[in-house]
């Protein structure tokens, strides 16, 4: 059996990773999304558990000391982390995990992880982009403001990703990030096992 993969879906806020990802996981039955802790508070729609784990900065700091994440990092005044244990383990049950985190993280999750697969996610203008997130109605005027002038500093981890999916219309991207899928699945370097079982099989009949 192959591990699962490990797939990191970034973008600038507004992208529509979230709309993607959620979409990714309903047609992909053996794919999980991790689910977060963050010490932001929830907001209407989230319940505890399903898009985050809500907790205070105490016991995320806890958290930190004991070594619980996979990675971590502060964005707009708040903490985001990575639980590690529920990561390692799907993967290892061959279950390919999602992971939607800001690029500060991804960088974490490249150097612990280098074999996970990295996306980032843009709509196809950053005048989308302000669109979106002005329609999504969830943030302040000035975190709006925030977002707006983060974005552009955000393009300038775009290297460090593997693809780059443009979000056009959701069923676009989601078909691009299957595609995606089946070709990391197909690697030479996944199937380390297979490959080496039909050259000793080869090499058993055939030499
Ligand atoms: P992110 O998670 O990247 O911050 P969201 O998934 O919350 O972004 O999407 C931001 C807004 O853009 C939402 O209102 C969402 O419905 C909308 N959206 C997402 N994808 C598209 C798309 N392809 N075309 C138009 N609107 C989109
Ligand atoms: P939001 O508050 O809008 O849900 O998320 C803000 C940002 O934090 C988004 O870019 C989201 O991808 C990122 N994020 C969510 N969970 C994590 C996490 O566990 N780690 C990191 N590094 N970023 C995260």
Same mark, same amino acid.
């Given at each position: 059996?192959?591990?699962?993969?490990?797939?990191? +879906?970034?973008? *600038?806020?507004?992208?529509?990773?979230?709309? +993607?990802?959620?979409?990714?996981? @309903?047609?992909?039955?053996?794919?999980?999304?991790?689910?977060?802790?963050?010490?932001?508070?929830?907001?209407?729609?989230?319940?505890?558990?399903?898009?985050?784990?809500?907790?205070?900065?105490?016991?995320?700091?806890?958290? !930190?000391?004991?070594?619980?994440?996979?990675?971590?990092?502060? +964005?707009?005044? &708040?903490?985001?982390?990575? *639980?590690?244990?529920?990561?390692?383990?799907?993967?290892?049950?061959?279950?390919?995990?999602?992971?939607?985190?800001?690029?500060?993280?991804?960088?974490? +999750?490249?150097?612990?992880?280098?074999?996970? !697969?990295?996306?980032?996610?843009?709509? *196809?203008? @950053?005048?989308?982009?302000?669109?979106?997130?002005?329609?999504?109605?969830?943030?302040?005027?000035?975190?709006?403001?925030?977002?707006?002038?983060?974005?552009?500093?955000?393009?300038?981890?775009?290297?460090?990703?593997?693809?780059?999916?443009? &979000?056009?219309?959701?069923?676009?991207?989601?078909?691009?990030?299957?595609?995606?899928?089946?070709?990391?699945?197909?690697?030479?370097?996944?199937?380390?096992?297979?490959?080496?079982?039909? @050259?000793?099989?080869?090499?058993?009949?055939?030499?």
């Amino acid at each position: 059996m192959q591990d699962g993969l490990l797939l990191v +879906v970034s973008g *600038p806020s507004g992208a529509g990773k979230s709309t +993607v990802c959620s979409r990714l996981l @309903l047609e992909m039955p053996r794919m999980n999304l991790s689910v977060s802790v963050t010490t932001r508070c929830p907001r209407s729609a989230e319940k505890e558990g399903d898009s985050y784990f809500f907790r205070t900065h105490d016991q995320f700091e806890e958290m !930190v000391e004991k070594d619980a994440f996979l990675e971590y990092a502060r +964005v707009y005044d &708040n903490c985001y982390g990575t *639980p590690k244990e529920y990561v390692f383990d799907q993967i290892a049950q061959g279950k390919d995990v999602l992971l939607e985190i800001e690029m500060q993280g991804a960088l974490q +999750v490249k150097r612990r992880f280098p074999q996970g !697969v990295f996306i980032f996610v843009v709509p *196809p203008t @950053l005048s989308d982009l302000k669109h979106r997130i002005i329609k999504r109605g969830s943030e302040t005027p000035e975190s709006l403001m925030r977002r707006f002038s983060n974005a552009y500093h955000e393009l300038s981890y775009l290297d460090e990703y593997h693809y780059l999916v443009v &979000n056009d219309s959701v069923e676009s991207a989601v078909e691009k990030i299957k595609a995606i899928i089946v070709a990391e699945r197909c690697r030479m370097d996944r199937n380390a096992k297979l490959r080496k079982k039909l @050259l000793d099989e080869g090499a058993d009949t055939w030499a």
